[in-house]
């Protein structure tokens, strides 16, 4: 995703462009339980955090973040705080989504895939409604704006038997947009993560704007995201 992207009504935005469809494997890995904090860096400099835990239960899996960002608009510092909830399925298709963000431009929507067609909702920066249907497959990805942790759940997605670049359906819901992502994994690679040098696993995330690298561990947890055009990083805190 174009993670710097100029911001739209509720948040920087990343379109998603368009390639072959694949597949996506059928249960929740056992491992997807998480926890954690990264820290956030935009050209070089420290600009926040996001807080998040995700939680496996024997019939759905939760997901939930907490973002504090110190930006600058203007010339002037702003600071943002996000709240997110995603909760999927066992097979980690999504059921239901909400974030809201809080402070000076307090906004908030709400996204429901358990109906057909899907519903969207949101109240905006300028406290007007805005309700939209959007026809979207049940598998479909989400990753949204400043959500760190949908990254992982992307990587869990992926079929490590069948290999080689596939193609997934996502949705990004700040910016009520659809589309389509690509993930390829590459290899084991040593990364630098908190200051100490590991082997990760690297995965491709390709867009039709941007290639983003996505570093997890044996556990299949995320460690470290990379996206050197947008100068954007976001590496998890000890």
Do not use: C
């Not at 956030?40 to 496996?56: K, L, M, P, W």
């Not at 980690?92 to 906004?107: E, K, V």
């Amino acid at each position: 995703m174009d993670l710097q992207a100029p911001a739209g009504r509720y948040a920087p935005g990343h379109p998603v462009g368009a390639a072959p469809m694949g597949q996506a494997p059928g249960a929740a890995p056992a491992n997807l339980n998480d926890h954690g904090t990264f820290e956030i860096f935009s050209a070089g400099a420290n600009i926040g955090t996001e807080t998040f835990e995700i939680r496996v239960h024997s019939d759905q899996i939760e997901a939930q973040g907490n973002v504090h960002l110190q930006v600058e608009q203007g010339g002037k510092k702003i600071e943002v705080r996000t709240s997110s909830s995603l909760l999927l399925d066992p097979r980690i298709d999504p059921l239901s989504y909400t974030w809201n963000q809080r402070g000076a431009q307090s906004s908030q929507l709400s996204v429901d895939f358990r109906t057909e067609p899907v519903h969207w909702g949101a109240k905006t920066v300028n406290g007007q409604d805005d309700q939209r249907d959007f026809k979207l497959d049940k598998d479909v990805i989400i990753l949204d704006d400043n959500v760190i942790h949908h990254y992982q759940l992307a990587v869990a997605r992926y079929d490590q038997a069948k290999g080689g670049t596939q193609a997934f359906r996502a949705f990004i819901p700040q910016e009520a947009l659809p589309g389509v992502i690509t993930l390829k994994f590459v290899d084991s690679e040593p990364v630098t993560v908190g200051g100490e040098k590991r082997t990760l696993r690297r995965f491709l995330l390709t867009t039709e704007l941007a290639q983003i690298s996505l570093w997890v561990d044996d556990q299949g947890h995320l460690q470290l995201v990379s996206a050197p055009d947008a100068q954007y990083q976001a590496s998890r805190k000890k």
